[in-house]
T-cell receptor, first 114, second 109 residues
């Protein structure tokens, strides 16, 4: 059974640019959630999508957005990149979301902003 | 905002010893998770604890939950080197998901 796939794994951008990250969940999973991990702030929840609808949202500025497609694949976008956006971005998939228990995480996309 | 605190933040222990990692959270939560992260890797799910008094065990790890005390523990029995990693607890409440600060565990042969 294929796991959660995130692309790209590594990328380098400059301030002011935008970036799009992709996440393909485990087949049959309808919930995809996104997290940011930095040395200073630790792991923080960004948002959760379920059946193409944003169901939950963390405390991040509007520069961070996402969407989910009909095949459950999800993308997140960060516009007007800042140095502080450098982080490991993790996505997780689950059958029905947090309420069902287990989340399965991808390997992450490591973003460096110069 | 819910706060999740873990202690200790760093733990160095000898192989064969026992130790406990603590996870305290500040308000009522729906469920509690424990994850493991190896350096440069993603998060691996260890346990999901759903109710007061829940106890789960897998190998040398055992997790418990006391919702009245707002406390979860991750107990390590007879540690081995392969358990070296960073361990995170996380809680959900309403529509938010909060991670603890993480405990970096090093098991010394």
């Amino acid at each position: 059974k294929a796991g959660v796939t995130q692309t790209p794994r590594y990328l380098i951008k400059t301030r002011g640019q935008q970036v799009t990250l992709s996440c393909s969940p485990i087949s049959g999973h309808r919930s995809v959630s996104w997290y940011q991990q930095t040395p200073g702030q630790g792991l923080q929840f960004l948002f959760e999508y379920f059946s193409e609808t944003q169901r939950n949202k963390g405390n991040f500025p509007g520069r961070f957005s996402g969407r989910q497609f009909s095949n459950s694949r999800s993308e997140m976008n960060v516009s007007t990149l800042e140095l502080g956006d450098s982080a490991l971005y993790l996505c997780a998939s689950s059958l029905e979301g947090w309420g069902t228990g287990e989340l399965f995480f991808g390997e992450g996309s490591r973003l460096t902003v110069l | 905002e819910l706060k999740v605190e873990q202690n200790p933040l760093f733990l160095s222990m000898q192989e064969g010893k026992n130790y406990t990692i603590y996870c305290n959270y500040s308000t009522t939560s729906d469920r509690l998770y424990w994850y493991r992260q190896d350096p440069g890797k993603s998060l691996e799910s260890l346990f999901v604890l759903l109710s007061n008094g829940a106890v789960k065990q897998e190998g040398r790890l055992m997790a418990s939950l006391d919702t009245k005390a707002r406390l979860s523990t991750l107990h390590i029995t007879a540690a081995v080197h392969d358990l070296s990693a960073t361990y995170f607890c996380a809680v959900t409440t309403g529509n938010q998901f909060y991670f603890g600060t993480g405990t970096s565990l090093t098991v010394i042969p």
